[in-house]
């Protein structure tokens, strides 16, 4: 059965949509894309959907890019150059490229798809996955590709189980006891509820399994459509519904877990609270999603760095860390870190103390600066002696204060503060 799922993998082409900036992410997407945010204190996000298709067997992979995509497409070519055409294997790097007529950008997910249509074509695969890459989990796209097969299916869309309540905020699927799709809500205010658990509720992932000729031929037909916004969450995956050719793929059946994870994971961190507490979640104790495990590795650019080093050992000058991920080329130089998660580079002086703070790559802590409850973007050089998280007002009006209390802190922000 693992040898069929491996053939029908060899038959697929991912193609990953990373073209969104992700607005509620504020001044994390100024400069670069939702896809290439930096995560769990080595990665991108985008890493999560390309490690999950390599690890699942599938060696053809496209990328649509579009907004800000210079630090994501140089991610790819940096981290993501090891496939080898002799081996049938590729990574395409799509941005809006005037394939169709001269508007130059994706008017939506399946236009983000029709533009390169003489692309995947050239490769001739039997079938296309496709991919949102701008969330975080594990997942053997093979057992979801086996069952679109088995069910002789137009679509299958891939399902994440939710409580009911939380359904309010996706697209919901209502199904029956096979799996067929009866339904597709968008955002309902009373959610339909899964078969035998009217706790629960199937909302999208954004993840769809077609025949490739099938869905060259409902992409034609949807690009010369007036009325369609060419998209696949609002257009396409509706009509098929309509249709009764969709299925849903429950997520729990093919989340790949470690044997750490109590249950199936899988985030979106599209705003800064569910950014910072995704990060942060993983220097507990048991994180609900395991990087570690190494049957089913996360893919990524790695730098060549030196290892962390802690310096000092005086009394409120101690070079420490307790429950805290610490990256290769940091230097904790007599201070105290307490569930923080700091990236490649970053730079901690004497005095200071970071409570649950999430720190991008080469960072620079000052002296006496004390951080609580805090993302740092990337390069950032806080000034010695800065406090934050104490004083909700102040932190409001010099950073970027979320409704869960948390701040983004930038190097603009810190330019002017009038210190």
């Known amino acids: 059965m693992k040898q069929d799922r491996r053939r029908l993998a060899n038959q ?8 969104g900036r992700g607005s509620r992410l504020k001044e994390m ?3 670069r894309a939702k896809p290439a945010v930096y995560f769990g204190g080595k990665t991108r996000i985008v890493d999560f959907a390309l490690s999950n298709a390599v690890n699942s067997g599938i060696r053809r992979i496209g990328v649509a890019t579009q907004y800000k995509a210079h630090s994501l497409i140089r991610h790819l070519q940096r981290g993501w150059s090891f496939f080898r055409a002799e081996r049938n294997e590729s990574l395409d790097i799509l941005p809006a490229s005037q394939q169709l007529d001269e508007d130059n950008w994706y008017k939506g997910t399946a236009d983000a798809v029709t533009q390169n249509i003489n692309i995947l074509r050239g490769y001739g695969p039997k079938y296309i996955l496709v991919l949102a890459g701008d969330h ?4 053997d796209y093979s057992l979801m590709i086996e069952q679109h097969v088995q069910s002789g299916a137009k679509v299958t869309v891939g399902c994440i189980e939710v409580p009911r309540e939380e359904a309010k905020g996706f697209g919901v699927m209502d199904v029956d006891d096979t799996d067929k799709i009866l339904s597709f809500v968008e955002k309902p205010t009373d959610p339909p509820s ?7 509720s199937l909302a999208s992932m954004g993840i769809y399994v077609f025949e490739a000729e099938y869905l060259y031929d409902l992409l034609h037909a949807d690009a010369v459509s007036e009325t369609s916004s060419h998209d696949f969450g609002k257009d396409i995956i509706p009509a098929i519904v309509a249709e009764g050719g969709a299925m849903a793929h429950p997520f729990s059946r093919s989340c790949v877990m470690s044997g750490l994870e109590d ?11 569910a950014y910072w507490q995704a990060n942060i979640d993983l220097t507990d104790f048991k994180p609900g999603l395991d990087i570690y495990a190494t049957d089913w590795p996360i893919w990524t650019y790695s730098e060549l760095t030196p290892p962390a080093k802690f310096i000092h050992n005086e009394e409120g000058r101690r070079g420490q860390a307790v429950s805290s991920m610490v990256s290769g080329g940091c ?6 870190l307490y569930q923080c998660l700091l990236f490649t580079g970053v730079k901690t002086h004497s005095y200071s103390q970071l409570e649950r703070v999430v720190a991008l790559p080469y960072c620079e802590v000052g002296r006496r600066a004390y951080l609580k409850n805090v993302v740092v973007d990337r ?3 806080i000034p010695p002696g800065l406090i934050v998280g104490e ?4 932190d409001a009006k010099r950073f970027r204060r979320t409704e869960g209390g948390v701040c983004l802190i930038t190097q603009a922000m810190i330019e002017k503060l009038d210190l």
């Open 12 to 19: 697929t082409m991912a193609y990953v949509l990373a073209g």
């Open 29 to 31: 997407t100024d400069i």
């Open 136 to 139: 975080i989990y594990k997942q």
């Open 194 to 200: 899964m078969p035998g658990d009217p706790d629960m």
């Open 263 to 273: 249950k199936p994971y899988w985030r979106d961190v599209g705003t800064i609270d």
């Open 331 to 336: 230097i904790i130089s007599g201070s105290s």
């Open 379 to 381: 390069g950032v050089k």
């Open 391 to 394: 004083d909700p007002e102040l």
